[in-house]
T-cell receptor
Framework: SQKIEQNSEALNIQEGKTATLTCNYT??????LQWYRQDPGRGPVFLLL?????KEKRKERLKVTFDTTLKQSLFHITASQPADSATYLC??????????FGTGTQLKVEL | DTGVSQDPRHKITKRGQNVTFRCDPI?????LYWYRQTLGQGPEFLTY????????KSRLLSDRFSAERPKGSFSTLEIQRTEQGDSAMYLC????????????FGPGTRLLVL
């Protein structure tokens, strides 16, 4: 069956360090992969989209990589700040329009 | 604010009652989606509209759930005979016809069934 896995344990890092979050998937051939941020009690907010023919995408302090051979995406936040503390969701679209989300990884950036 | 809006933000109801939620998408967006999210999980797709046509429904959407988008603008999601297992956050999202990959989410309606 199709599966999307993200680190289930919360990730705690110090301010200024780089946070790296992982998204692994099985039994998918996604046309693209997206990362969303979700704060408690709020809806997800789109961050970055990467297509199957792209290896890397950057936006300000964010970087996403996509390895379709390993079936893995890595999401990096450089120079992390306490305001980056949130849950980060990986989402795939294999075809059609619905998004299939992972369970999310909670990131906490400490002073 | 021209983002996606949802109403109500919170709803407490007793088991067996019917509830209805409303979603107003971003005005120029043709596509509208409903998701459900329980604690510690990612959102799960329920259904999707393109304009007024409901084009896809998840197996999660039992016959107690019905969604409409009568004029291709706002949408309603109704749950009949609510059960405690329906307690969740119900999220609405919209996207334009082109560049539809990215979805813009509303703040959600949190439902608690007692």
């Amino acid at each position: 069956s199709q599966k999307i896995e993200q680190n289930s344990e919360a990730l705690n890092i110090q301010e200024g360090k780089t946070a790296t979050l992982t998204c692994n998937y099985t039994n998918y051939s996604p046309a693209y992969l997206q990362w969303y941020r979700q704060d408690p009690g709020r809806g997800p907010v789109f961050l970055l989209l990467i297509r199957e023919n792209e290896k890397e995408k950057r936006k300000e302090r964010l970087k996403v990589t996509f390895d379709t051979t390993l079936k893995q995406s890595l999401f990096h936040i450089t120079a992390s700040q306490p305001a980056d503390s949130a849950t980060y969701l990986c989402a795939l679209t294999g075809g059609g329009n619905k998004l299939t989300f992972g369970t999310g990884t909670q990131l906490k950036v400490e002073l | 604010d021209t983002g996606v809006s949802q109403d109500p933000r919170h709803k407490i109801t007793k088991r067996g009652q019917n509830v209805t939620f409303r979603c107003d998408p971003i005005s120029e967006h043709n596509r509208l989606y409903w998701y459900r999210q329980t604690l510690g999980q990612g959102p799960e797709f329920l259904t999707y509209f393109q304009n007024e046509a409901q084009l896809e429904k998840s197996r999660l959407l039992s016959d107690r759930f019905s969604a409409e988008r009568p004029k291709g603008s706002f949408s309603t999601l109704e749950i009949q005979r609510t059960e405690q297992g329906d307690s969740a956050m119900y999220l609405c999202a919209s996207s334009p016809l082109t560049g539809a990959e990215t979805q813009y989410f509303g703040p959600g309606t949190r439902l608690l069934v007692l």
